[in-house]
């Protein structure tokens, strides 16, 4: 399993765009990238995944350069509800068809007025 | 669609009562999973059911039971709970090799 590594926690304001990045050196050929999103006293929820160059859907954008060592996700204009903590994995492990995600202690992202 | 449901939301136990965390999932999901997470850390695997008739072991396992009880429903049970198990258990759920798992709303528990 690629390690990944992120910031701790950033700060940011209302109308901001945060840029959080995520460092995976021995990620593999066939790992995708994917980003989960959690806010206070609810599980985590999927937001994007990708593979490489840019992914973008409603909530956010996914920048991966092309030698996939490291992956950033775009948060456009950001406001007081998209304080939560974000992780970022890469790739999983097979066990018996399912999957074996490994969660790190994400970045705790803190919007304010 | 509710999605992964779990029961219950809170529950306060005494060291060594046993207690079964009830899952279930209305999205046709083959596999399915417990995970831990402890103050201020990320998720940690318990047991996971890649599809119905199976399960298999996680990262912290020890000290949990599982049951796949048919394919909507997965129950993690704590046979004698120690204060070591307070945490906050969530039950996932995803396609057969899909990264995109789907999570309930958790269940707080304590261990006195």
């Not at chain 1, 399993?1 to 990620?27: R, W």
């Not at chain 1, 995944?49 to 950033?72: C, H, M, W």
Request: net charge neutral; with cysteine; proline share 4%.
């Amino acid at each position: 399993l690629a390690k990944t590594t992120q910031p701790i926690s950033m700060d940011s304001y209302e109308g901001q765009e945060v840029n959080i990045t995520c460092s995976h050196n021995n990620i593999a050929t066939n790992d995708y990238i994917t980003w989960y999103q959690q806010f206070p006293s609810q599980g985590p929820r999927f937001i994007i995944q990708g593979y490489k160059t840019k992914v973008t859907n409603e909530v956010a954008s996914l920048f991966i350069p092309a030698d996939r060592k490291s992956s950033t996700l775009s948060l456009p204009r950001v406001s007081l509800s998209d304080t939560a903590v974000y992780y970022c994995l890469v790739g999983y492990e097979m066990g018996g068809g399912g999957n074996k995600l490994t969660f790190g202690t994400g970045t705790q992202l803190k919007v304010e007025l | 669609n509710a999605g992964v449901t779990q029961t219950p939301k809170f529950q306060v136990l005494k060291t060594g009562q046993s207690m079964t965390l009830q899952c279930a999932q209305d999205m046709n999901h083959n596999s399915m999973y417990w995970y831990r997470q402890d103050p201020g850390m990320g998720l940690r695997l318990i047991y996971y059911s890649a599809s119905e008739g199976t399960t298999d072991k996680g990262e912290v396992p020890n000290g949990y039971n599982v049951s796949r009880l048919n394919k909507r429903e997965f129950s993690l049970r704590l046979e004698s709970a120690a204060p070591s198990q307070t945490s906050v258990y969530f039950c996932a759920s995803s396609e057969i090799s899909d990264e995109r798992e789907f999570f309930g709303p958790g269940t707080r528990l304590t261990v006195l």
